[in-house]
């Protein structure tokens, strides 16, 4: 006896749930299972810090505490898994915008790695599994500019007091008949970083 096509439509709907359904299964259990073993620092989180944070979370720079030592870490784990679960940190604006080379925004294996770091009671594991600490260019770091814009005049920052947001204005030279000139990037290198959390530069072209 032949089904009829709305049996059939039925069975095969059948079939394909219980296909479907252990692939399902799998796929969540996959992502939800715990890390194999207990992650440390040494092995699992400095190479995160150091690929992802140091280049602001280091001694000199704009952040406000260092992330390059297992002490350093240490002391502000609960923090850290904090903001990179909420993906405050590392700050990345672009998430919906597709992707971008250098981005600096965490996978969810990196989050995850962090968070059960902070909840095994931050383990610093095997010093032979440390990396060598990240290297970072003195000086300018995307290399030597083609131009350099100051303000007319320097700000002081007085000792105490609530965030200052104030707007300067560096006049740009004249492209001297060469034409157009296109911004392929900038920075940005305050008189002292201890007071200047961050900039956003604006191009006007209004005159």
């Not at 904090?82 to 919906?96: G, H």
């Not at 969810?108 to 790695?113: K, M, N, P, V």
Request: hydrophobic share 40%; aromatic share 8%.
């Amino acid at each position: 006896m032949l089904a009829s096509p709305s049996q059939s439509v039925r069975s095969f709907l059948r079939v394909a749930w219980l296909v479907a359904l252990p692939i399902l299964l799998g796929g969540a259990l996959k992502t939800t299972a715990p890390p194999s073993r207990t992650p440390t620092f040494t092995r699992d989180v400095a190479p995160i810090l150091y690929q992802k944070c140091a280049s602001c979370h280091r001694p000199g720079e704009v952040a406000p505490f260092s992330l390059l030592t297992y002490s350093d870490a240490v002391n502000r784990a609960a923090t850290v898994a904090a903001v990179v679960k909420q993906r405050v940190m590392p700050p990345w604006k672009m998430d919906s915008h597709g992707e971008f080379q250098g981005e600096r925004r965490l996978t969810d294996a990196q989050i995850e790695t962090l968070v059960a770091w902070m909840k095994a009671g931050a383990p610093q594991g095997s010093p032979k599994d440390l990396p060598p600490a990240p290297k970072f260019a003195t000086g300018w770091v995307a290399g030597v500019p083609d131009v350099t814009l100051s303000p007319a005049e320097a700000f002081h920052i007085p000792a105490e007091g609530q965030d200052i947001y104030r707007c300067f204005v560096a006049p740009a030279p004249s492209a001297g008949g060469k034409g157009e000139r296109f911004v392929s990037g900038i920075e940005v290198r305050p008189g002292n970083r201890r007071v200047v959390h961050h900039v956003i530069a604006y191009l006007d072209t209004s005159g």
